[in-house]
């Protein structure tokens, strides 16, 4: 199991710029647009807007 820590690069949706989350995945290519979202609503980000950046490549990504 790996690590990630994504970092929003810009404001999207309700996620402000900066906005920092961690996110655990069994990829080494980086976590799963499934596995962003399931930590964006873990972390109370819940509105479809936001959601739909949960593509790792709208985020700045480094492994732990």
């Known amino acids: 199991m790996y ?3 994504l970092t929003a ?3 999207m949706g309700k996620i ?3 906005f920092t989350i961690q996110v655990p995945s069994g990829s080494t290519a980086g976590p ?3 596995e962003v979202k ?4 873990a972390a109370g980000i819940n509105d479809p807007s ?3 950046f949960s593509a790792y490549g709208n985020w ?3 492994r732990k």
Do not use: I
């Open 32 to 34: 799963s647009s499934q």
């Open 38 to 41: 399931n930590a964006l609503q």
């Open 60 to 62: 700045k990504v480094e």
């Open 50 to 52: 936001s959601l739909s």
């Open 9 to 11: 690069p810009r404001s």
């Open 16 to 18: 402000p710029k900066g």
């Open 3 to 5: 690590l990630y820590t």
